[in-house]
């Protein structure tokens, strides 16, 4: 018989071979029982009636929660029970959740159900997270963190089985999950550097709201390339990650309806821009906002700040990067 390696042998050879403590591995633990959780319900919840909208009663006439409410629900269970998370941010969450805020060592920011839009069609949606360290040799500095000062991001695409972490210089690693429900193989991803397989991502429906600038960029590369969208960015990114090219959500400035431009972009900061944005770079990739700014590079004035996000291969988002800050 042949095995696979797993991901606890895999995470546990890289602290070691880093001389770091188990307290990292226990956190992730408790992230991938919560996604696997989160999975569990999203396959089976439209059976139980759990999938539906909130304040609503299912066939049994009991109350039913949204899948998002659910998520997060699992994730502050298992955050919770680790007993390594001081605060947590989250999509779901208004406030920033107090955790352990004694004992703990880290800070997580996290999306538990990205792109719910697609959960009524049985379609892929994300669980994002990007992982902080409490400052150990000092008084705490504050909890919200520039994407630079991450030590892990990872992504679960769920309900396909697929797991991305990227470890802070160490690389950027695929898992997928296999009949025990471990999530097994460990494949380094590296963006490719071949143009052959690269693809563009966005909203085609925004285009005429984008700066003309970026319409222009547009006009000038989309015969060059392929044109993937599904929604949900967990899942065009993944595509990005192995194909190549570049997931946009551009601000949106020039919309028929004033009222719905979004100049600071539709995109979180903390835990969906950034956690890309850190596994990209990881993967030999960059990521921008609509100033050409380093999205690690942007320290948040609030949990839940908005961003535009151009992530991708190198080449690419050094061309559109360039047009920004012009
Ligand atoms: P959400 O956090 O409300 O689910 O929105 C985030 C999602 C991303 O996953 C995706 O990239 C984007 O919104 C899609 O937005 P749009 O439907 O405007 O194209
Ligand atoms: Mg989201």
Same mark, same amino acid.
């Given at each position: ?7 606890m042998?895999?995470?546990?050879q ?11 591995v226990?956190?992730?633990?408790a992230?991938?029982s919560?996604a696997k ?24 006439g ?11 629900e699992i994730?502050?269970?298992?955050? +919770?029970?680790?007993?390594?998370? &001081?605060?947590a941010?989250?999509e779901?969450? #208004?406030? @920033?959740?107090?955790?352990?805020? %004694?004992?703990?060592?880290?800070f ?5 159900l990205?792109g ?26 504050g909890?919200?963190r520039?994407g630079?000062d ?10 396909t089985g697929?797991?991305?972490?990227a470890?802070?210089d160490s +690389?950027?690693?695929?898992?997928h &999950? ?6 097994? #193989?460990p @494949?380094?991803v590296?963006?490719? %550097?071949h ?11 925004n ?8 319409q ?7 015969r ?15 595509r990005?990650?192995s ?7 551009p ?5 028929a309806n004033?009222?719905?431009n ?13 956690v890309?944005a ?17 999205i690690l ?9 908005r ?6 291969s ?8 360039q047009?920004l800050?012009?």
């Amino acid at each position: 018989m042949r095995f696979e390696q797993t991901f606890m042998n895999f995470i546990l050879q890289h602290q070691e071979r880093h001389n770091r403590t188990y307290h990292f591995v226990i956190l992730l633990d408790a992230i991938i029982s919560a996604a696997k959780h989160i999975q569990h319900y999203y396959l089976t919840g439209a059976l139980k009636g759990n999938v539906g909208l909130a304040g609503g009663v299912n066939v049994q006439g009991e109350d039913v929660m949204r899948i998002d409410q659910i998520a997060q629900e699992i994730t502050i269970h298992y955050l +919770g029970s680790c007993g390594r998370v &001081i605060h947590a941010v989250s999509e779901e969450t #208004k406030e @920033i959740i107090p955790i352990n805020t %004694e004992g703990g060592r880290y800070f997580v920011y996290f999306d538990p159900l990205d792109g719910s839009s697609n959960v009524s069609h049985g379609l892929p949606v994300g669980f994002l997270f990007g992982i902080a360290k409490r400052n150990l040799d000092g008084p705490e500095d504050g909890h919200l963190r520039a994407g630079k000062d991450y030590r892990a991001a990872g992504m679960f695409v769920i309900p396909t089985g697929t797991f991305t972490l990227a470890l802070l210089d160490s +690389g950027t690693w695929r898992f997928h &999950i296999d009949e025990t429900m471990n999530f097994v #193989k460990p @494949i380094q991803v590296m963006l490719p %550097e071949h143009t052959r397989s690269w693809e563009l991502s966005f909203n085609e429906a925004n285009r005429c709201a984008f700066a003309e600038r970026v319409q222009a960029w547009i006009a000038e590369k989309e015969r060059k390339y392929t044109f993937r969208y599904l929604g949900a960015l967990a899942g065009d990114f993944h595509r990005i990650l192995s194909n190549g090219g570049l997931f946009m959500y551009p601000a949106i400035v020039n919309h028929a309806n004033p009222e719905k431009n979004r100049p600071k972009g539709k995109l979180r900061l903390m835990y969906e821009a950034a956690v890309v944005a850190f596994i990209c770079r990881e993967a030999g990739g960059d990521a921008v906002d609509e100033a050409g700014t380093p999205i690690l590079e942007i320290q948040p004035e609030e949990p839940h700040q908005r961003t535009a996000l151009y992530v991708g291969s190198k080449p690419l988002v050094d061309d559109i990067a360039q047009i920004l800050r012009g």
